[in-house]
Nanobody, 126 residues
Framework: DVQLVESGGGLVQAGGSLRLSCAAS????????IGWFRQAPGKEREGVSCISYSDGRTYYPDSVKGRFTISSDNAKNMMYLEMNSLKPEDTAVYYCAVELICLPGLNIIGKHADYWGQGTQVTVSS
């Protein structure tokens, strides 16, 4: 069975930083496109980063570009999301995902993925 388990969420003041982790089992993170999504109450799920398996390129939407960084540790089968300069509008449940459409050259991250974590809450206070 595939399992993705996020950790690292919490409450942080605006301007602060958090690092989310996602431990994968049953699937190898370096064999697929991987990504992070978030969903705020009353809003659609939004892709905030992805890594293309084919060439290692990354994609970020303008809302997080320059502040968020996605990475992976293939030896540990982990993926990470480093979030800096956090804003109240970053408040959401964050999910890691594996096997999704990720086309950095076209600024595209798909809305669907084959595997999802259970989510971790990030709350940014003003």
């Amino acid at each position: 069975d595939v399992q993705l388990v996020e950790s690292g969420g919490g409450l942080v003041q605006a301007g602060g930083s958090l690092r989310l982790s996602c431990a994968a089992s049953g699937v190898t993170v370096d064999a697929y496109n991987i990504g992070w999504f978030r969903q705020a109450p009353g809003k659609e799920r939004e892709g905030v980063s992805c890594i293309s398996y084919s060439d290692g390129r990354t994609y970020y939407p303008d809302s997080v570009k320059g502040r968020f960084t996605i990475s992976s540790d293939n030896a540990k089968n982990m993926m990470y999301l480093e979030m800096n300069s956090l804003k109240p509008e970053d408040t959401a449940v964050y999910y890691c995902a594996v096997e999704l459409i990720c086309l950095p050259g076209l600024n595209i991250i798909g809305k669907h993925a084959d595997y999802w974590g259970q989510g971790t809450q990030v709350t940014v206070s003003s």
